[in-house]
């Protein structure tokens, strides 16, 4: 099972910052906190990760309490193309098999005009 | 676009059939993984190859089997098909089984079970 909680559904205007709370609140010292989203039809698209230092890139920023509990990612000026399924995950930063990703349900953001 | 490929794009096929998917990835990536995404919910992983090898797998019964050919391309046979196989299957592919790798997912296929 998942082991992070999202909001089901967020509506955000165009141009406007989009902030996407998740909560991980079972998250272990060696996993790390990774985001994805997933436009209709399409394969889930990697964002960003981190571990407990805030992270950017230039697709979104990354957000992380100091107890490592919750995160926050941030789209600074959402588009209509940022409509999409994002996902938060806690997976172990290594390899083999347990390197690969638990996906709950996410959060179904709605950029409006 | 990733560099993950997938064939075919859809496919419907009739219960108790079986079907093979494919998937060819990014270059340099030598791990591909199998997920299955049911209408309306986040992918689940199926299992993953590594080096020609199984080396994870989810919960999904034996009748779901895969390869992986030395081009690191993979394929997914599901024997047996049920209605509850209706799904997008995704591979993802990424270089290596250690360090803070992203996975790289292809478009999908799109089966079918009637």
């Known amino acids: 099972d998942a082991k992070t909680t999202q909001p089901p559904s967020m509506d955000c205007a165009e141009g406007r910052a989009a902030n996407l709370p998740c909560n991980h609140s079972?998250?272990?010292?060696?996993?790390?906190v990774y985001w994805y989203r997933q436009i209709h039809s399409q394969g889930p698209q990697y964002i960003i990760h981190g571990l407990k230092n805030n992270e950017t890139n230039e697709m979104a920023s990354l957000i992380i309490t100091e107890d490592r509990k919750s995160s926050t990612l941030i789209l600074p000026h959402a588009t209509l193309r940022d409509t999409a399924v994002y996902y938060c995950?806690?997976?172990?930063?290594?390899?083999?098999?347990?390197?690969?990703?638990?996906f709950g349900k996410g959060t179904k953001l709605s950029v409006k005009p | 676009e990733t560099g993950v490929t997938q064939s075919p794009t859809h496919l419907i096929k009739t219960r108790g059939q079986q079907v093979t998917l494919r998937c060819s990835s990014q270059?340099?990536?030598?791990?591909v993984s199998w997920y299955q995404q049911a209408l309306g919910q986040g992918p689940q992983f199926i299992f993953q190859y590594y080096r020609e090898e199984e080396n994870g797998r989810g919960n999904f019964p034996p009748r779901f089997s895969g390869l992986q050919f030395p081009n690191y391309s993979s394929e997914l046979n599901v024997n047996a098909l049920e209605l509850d196989d209706s799904a997008l299957y995704l591979c993802?592919?990424?270089?290596?089984?250690?360090?803070?790798?992203?996975?790289?997912f292809g478009p999908g296929t799109r089966l079918t079970v009637t």
């Open positions: 079972t998250i272990s010292g060696n996993e790390y």
């Open positions: 993802a592919s990424r270089p290596g089984t250690g360090g803070a790798y992203e996975q790289y």
């Open positions: 270059s340099g990536h030598n791990t």
């Open positions: 995950i806690v997976s172990p930063n290594y390899g083999g098999s347990q390197g690969n990703l638990i």
